[in-house]
T-cell receptor, first 115, second 111 residues
Framework: DAGVIQSPRHEVTEMGQEVTLRCKPISGHDYLFWYRQTMMRGLELLIYFNNNVPIDDSGMPEDRFSAKMPNASFSTLKIQPSEPRDSAVYFC?????????????FGAGTRLSVL | ELKVEQNPLFLSMQEGKNYTIYCNYSTTSDRLYWYRQDPGKSLESLFVLLSNGAVKQEGRLMASLDTKARLSTLHITAAVHDLSATYFCAVPQGGSEKLVFGKGMKLTVNP
């Protein structure tokens, strides 16, 4: 398997622009997670899905952030409008859940810079 | 609210030396995860500890879990430069699939 695939790997945008991050989970994984990593706050869970349904979005910082999972092989995280404080590395991860030890496999991440 | 604390957060050690790092968590959990992250890279799963007293070993790293003390240790034996990375522990929140990560321990192994 190719693993979790994220795109783009790097994104530089200007404040106020819309940003869309994409993720393709590992085939057969029922859970998909979106994380944000910064030096100040560490690794934070933003939202996670089970069978394409959002289960917990309590980590989504504000209404500017939205995430969708239209099917089992694709998810997006959108920021509109973007702000400089959104600059971070965004990781997507997938797993097969607790019945399979819930090991989360991470993608390579998207490094977002908002100028 | 579940809190996961790691210490130390930074460690510089000489090759060949041994050291133990710690991960404490604040609420009951019977499982714990260790991940490794190389600079600028993604997180890679190292160990899954699924019960009290669980011990896992891979090469020069050995992890253990004491659920009563809410403590996991990661022991490094005869460190080598290739072990230089950031090590995270993570604990499930409330029995869910949501993991709460510690801040990570940045390890530098010097020749």
């Amino acid at each position: 398997d190719a693993g979790v695939i994220q795109s783009p790997r790097h994104e530089v945008t200007e404040m106020g622009q819309e940003v869309t991050l994409r993720c393709k989970p590992i085939s057969g994984h029922d859970y998909l997670f979106w994380y944000r990593q910064t030096m100040m706050r560490g690794l934070e869970l933003l939202i996670y899905f089970n069978n394409n349904v959002p289960i917990d979005d309590s980590g989504m910082p504000e209404d500017r952030f939205s995430a969708k999972m239209p099917n089992a092989s694709f998810s997006t995280l959108k920021i509109q409008p973007s702000e400089p404080r959104d600059s971070a590395v965004y990781f997507c991860a997938s797993s097969r859940g607790q019945d399979f030890k819930n090991i989360q496999y991470f993608g390579a991440g998207t490094r977002l810079s908002v100028l | 609210e579940l809190k996961v604390e790691q210490n130390p957060l930074f460690l510089s050690m000489q090759e060949g030396k041994n050291y133990t790092i710690y991960c404490n968590y604040s609420t009951t959990s019977d499982r714990l995860y260790w991940y490794r992250q190389d600079p600028g890279k993604s997180l890679e799963s190292l160990f899954v500890l699924l019960s009290n007293g669980a011990v896992k070993q891979e090469g020069r790293l050995m992890a253990s879990l004491d659920t009563k003390a809410r403590l996991s240790t990661l022991h490094i034996t005869a460190a080598v430069h290739d072990l230089s990375a950031t090590y995270f522990c993570a604990v499930p929140q409330g029995g869910s699939e949501k993991l709460v990560f510690g801040k990570g321990m940045k390890l530098t192994v010097n020749p």
